[in-house]
């Protein structure tokens, strides 16, 4: 199971692999409070793609078949996708956005690849 949560006011019963997928770290957050197991944070969106969608609700679609296409180029996504097949998993983000925001696109591109690895069987 994949689970996304903001670093800021975490909860202690998140459980599984913890993974900062920001390319930014956190402001005013320590790595002892954090709890990572991983930052990963070249599987976040490119910078260029960030600063364009600047968590604009118009934009959500748009951001998420542009960051999927990255992802679908990215070599860490196949890291990731392993991560993912071997227990439960946390993307962690920092932004304020929590509905529309690259954790939340994340886990949907990663469950959606999981799913169609599923089929393949």
Not at 44 to 56: F, G, V
Not at 87 to 113: C, H, M, P, Q, R
Request: net charge positive; charged share 40%.
């Amino acid at each position: 199971m994949i689970s996304v949560s903001r670093v800021y006011g975490q909860s202690t019963e998140e459980k599984g692999y913890r993974i900062l997928v920001d390319r930014l770290w956190p402001r005013g957050i320590s790595k002892e409070k954090i709890r990572l197991d991983a930052w990963m944070k070249d599987i976040a969106p490119s910078d260029e793609l960030r600063k364009w969608y600047s968590h604009d609700p118009k934009k959500w679609n748009d951001f998420k078949i542009r960051y999927f296409k990255e992802l679908d180029k990215n070599p860490l996504t196949k890291e990731l996708l392993e991560i993912c097949r071997n227990g439960d998993v946390v993307f962690l983000y920092s932004t304020k956005t929590e509905e529309i925001n690259n954790a939340v696109a994340l886990k949907l591109y990663v469950e959606d690849k999981l799913k169609a690895e599923g089929k393949k069987k």
